[in-house]
Every structure is written in structure tokens, then in C-alpha cells.
């Protein structure tokens, strides 16, 4: 629980890296303060790294992120991409102005692609956003937004190309997606095992088939 500062160990991060390197090419981070040891760890393990720093309301805690975010950047050339905030503008911490200031010092001191995360419908109400970012990370679950399982796939999919359409030359960085295994039932979508286990198969399928 990182609310209660309970996190793992080095040890322990390394052995859940080792197993995520059988099956993908890169991960990613929310915070730079938290565990700062991935980059490393993941680089050991031939994994590229998406580098987050954590931005909310307090501005000390949130340079110490920015900062953080910068020395990892720098010291680990596998991290290839940073993500500065994580829907940030959606939980109404910071506006987008605000944010666009520390998008700007990552932006100046780093030579990798920097971007904000946010759900599609922030990027749609804020195209003033994308101004500050080298490319569209973007949330995607229509779980959330009560999409069935059967229809959730081609929501997601139309989401993705109306943000292309929106963002024509940035790239757009599917960031998160998935389906619950459980949990409360929202309008049209059930979560459960099989429902979980069918929309990533098929995801996976449609993202190598659309090259998202």
C-alpha cells in the first residue's frame, strides 16, 4: 500500500520484473520517489521504462517528483519515455496551466518524449493540453464508463482514432486499459474472470492488428 508507505523490496520488484520480461518489452512507472530502483532493475532485465512522477496539489511534493523523474531519466537510458502526472486534470488537483508548467521543466531538461496521462474524454475537453506534450498518453477503460464487454472493443478503438483525428501528429500511447475480474457491475459492463481474461486476448489482437 503505497498510502501506508508499505511497498516491496528491491528483491521482490526484481522477481516481478523477471517474470514480466517473458511476456512484454517495456514498463511503466507512476512515481519516482516510490521505488526508484525500477529503472534499473527493469534495465537489467532488458526492459524499457515509461517514467512517471507523481503530481497532485502540493507543489513541494510534486518537485520532488518532477526532480526525481529528471535524475532517473538521465541515469537509466532505458527509460525512453517520461509521464508527468496521472490524471492529474481529471481529479481536479491542477488545471491544465498549472500542469503546463511542470510539463515544461521535463520538456527542457530531458531528450526523451514527454507526455500527461489522462482519460480520453480530459484530452477532448482540453485540447489546449496536447500543446504541452510530445505525444497523447491515454486511458482508455470503458469499463468504467459502463461499455459491455461485447461493445467495450470497438469503444476503445473509436476513442483511439478520434484522438488521432483530434492529435494529427502525436503519436498516441494507449497508457492503461483493462477489465476488472471483479467488482460492482457499472450500467451494461459485468466484471468476472472470463470477461477479463476475453478483453485483453482480444485486445492484444487488436492493437497488433491496428498497430496501436
Do not use: C
Not at 500500500?1 to 512484454?24: C, I
Not at 511534493?61 to 541515469?75: N, T, V, Y
Not at 483493462?178 to 485483453?200: C, M, Y
Request: aromatic fraction near 6%; avoid cysteine; charged fraction near 25%.
Amino acid at each position: 500500500s503505497p498510502l501506508e508507505r508499505l511497498l516491496p523490496s528491491d528483491s521482490e520488484v526484481a522477481a516481478d520484473l523477471s517474470l514480466l520480461a517473458r511476456h512484454g518489452r517495456s514498463v511503466r512507472t507512476y512515481s519516482s520517489t516510490e521505488l526508484p530502483s525500477v529503472p534499473r532493475l527493469a534495465r537489467e532485465r532488458g526492459l524499457d521504462v515509461t517514467a512517471g512522477a507523481w503530481i497532485n496539489h502540493n507543489p513541494r511534493a510534486s518537485r520532488e517528483e518532477l526532480d526525481g523523474l529528471i535524475r532517473l531519466a538521465r541515469a537509466n537510458p532505458n527509460v525512453t519515455r517520461a509521464i508527468v502526472g496521472n490524471e492529474v486534470v481529471l481529479r481536479g488537483e491542477i488545471d491544465v496551466a498549472g500542469l503546463a508548467v511542470y510539463l515544461k521543466r521535463a520538456r527542457d531538461a530531458l531528450d526523451i518524449p514527454v507526455s500527461t496521462a489522462e482519460p480520453w474524454h480530459i484530452w477532448m475537453q482540453n485540447p489546449e493540453l496536447a500543446e504541452h506534450v510530445d505525444y497523447i498518453a491515454v486511458h482508455l477503460l470503458p469499463y468504467w464508463e459502463g461499455v459491455s464487454r461485447r461493445a467495450a472493443l470497438d469503444d476503445v478503438l473509436n476513442r483511439y482514432r478520434q484522438l488521432q483525428k483530434t492529435f494529427p501528429g502525436k503519436p498516441v500511447l494507449v497508457a492503461e486499459i483493462g477489465w476488472p475480474s471483479n467488482g460492482d457491475r457499472i450500467k451494461g459492463a459485468a466484471p468476472s474472470t472470463e470477461a477479463q481474461a476475453v478483453f485483453l486476448r482480444r485486445w492484444f489482437e487488436l492493437a497488433e492488428r491496428e498497430g496501436i
